[in-house]
């Protein structure tokens, strides 16, 4: 049996993966922002948002992870990668976000 220890530092490693993950989404995001400023396309496209909200719920439920709370977290991801690509159709920069910003919110209270 692994120990407390352990398996904080698994998260630990998880938690540097994802947001490894992240960076990497929001840089192609940056991408597609380009091509939609480039194209004249909208930003939002709610067709588009219906279907990655449904199928990321799908590959929750194939995982055993609850659909709402990975719709919460995808619906999250959206917003942001919707501020970079208006913040992309901007003649000045983005407002940048700093990690001691405070946008906490209940996940703020729990720790593993």
């Known amino acids: 049996m692994a120990s407390l220890e352990d398996l904080r530092g698994e998260i630990d490693a998880i938690d540097r993966a994802m947001v490894d993950l992240l960076a990497r989404r929001l ?3 940056t991408e597609v922002a380009e091509i939609k400023a480039e194209t004249g396309a909208t930003v939002i496209q709610p067709a588009r948002v219906r279907s990655v909200l449904a199928t990321r719920r799908q590959w929750a439920i194939d995982k055993g992870v609850d659909a709402d709370f ?3 977290i995808f619906r999250t991801l959206l917003a942001e990668t919707h501020r970079i690509e208006v913040a992309e ?4 920069p983005a407002p ?3 990690a001691g910003d405070d946008n906490r919110s209940e996940l703020d ?3 593993c």
């Open 27 to 29: 840089q192609v995001c």
């Open 70 to 72: 990975a719709e919460q």
């Open 96 to 98: 940048v976000k700093e």
């Open 89 to 92: 159709s901007r003649t000045e």
């Open 109 to 111: 209270t729990v720790a």
